[in-house]
């Protein structure tokens, strides 16, 4: 058996059946872990928390730490659009661990979550977090928040709302970068290979992908240059 367990769920399919909005978000969270250790980590824990860990129990793993690719209360809890998403806070009371994200986004974390800062681990781009003996690396990629992360297994890339199948993530929101989201795309993504498979935080386009596909197919990486990229964003 891989000695990488990696699983993606969907809200509303795989995991809060019962939530309509959940259903309606799209969104993904995904586990990864190290079968041979046991240990499993969690990217974004939201909207059915206790769902997510029953799920990684019966898969025989063991929660050990939790990923943030950003701050949003559909990624990790809080109140957004007049209802409140179960998040973070939630999966400190079902299964205590620390939340990993980018020193940028913490305090924003901490704001829509209601956490401590002894819950959270700052990171910035390029630091690993180790899960058993499998590696992940944070990639900083801002531009739909400033401490947006994606985060890089050998072949995947889980990428949160920095890029889906088709399109990207808002940057009009409070936090976005329209230029920031343009360099992040051009070159801060640029280098990875073609293979590499992308995991998107929502289900816009669909579930995956390999890198080399995303780019023939989603218009927002085929853009030529920045002044083309802001008439293209509506600025």
């Not at 499998?134 to 992360?149: A, C, D, F, N």
Request: net charge negative; proline share 5%; charged share 20%.
């Amino acid at each position: 058996m891989a000695q990488l367990y990696f699983r993606q769920l969907l809200a509303g399919r795989d995991f809060g059946q019962e939530n309509p909005v959940a259903a309606q978000m799209q969104n993904f969270v995904y586990l990864i872990g190290d079968r041979d250790t046991g240990e499993c980590i969690v990217v974004d824990p939201a909207w059915v928390v206790d769902d997510i860990v029953d799920i990684i129990e019966a898969d025989g793993m063991k929660l050990t730490g939790a990923l943030a690719t950003h701050y949003h209360p559909d990624h990790v809890g809080g109140s957004m659009m007049g209802f409140t998403v179960e998040g973070f806070a939630h999966l400190l009371g079902r299964s205590p661990c620390k939340l990993h994200c980018h020193d940028l986004e913490a305090d924003l974390i901490k704001q829509v979550t209601g956490v401590e800062e002894t819950d959270l681990v700052r990171h910035r781009s390029g630091d690993k977090v180790t899960v058993g003996g499998v590696e992940i690396e944070l990639l900083h990629t801002p531009g739909h928040t400033p401490g947006s992360l994606c985060f890089r297994l050998k072949h995947a890339l889980v990428a949160g709302d920095t890029l889906f199948l088709q399109g990207c993530g808002r940057t009009d929101l409070p936090g976005g970068d329209p230029e920031e989201m343009y360099r992040t795309l051009s070159e801060r993504l640029s280098t990875l290979p073609s293979d590499t498979v992308l995991y998107p935080g929502h289900a816009y386009g669909g579930e995956h992908a390999p890198m080399g596909q995303v780019r023939q197919e989603n218009a927002y990486l085929r853009v030529p240059n920045l002044e083309t990229w802001m008439r293209f964003m509506g600025r």
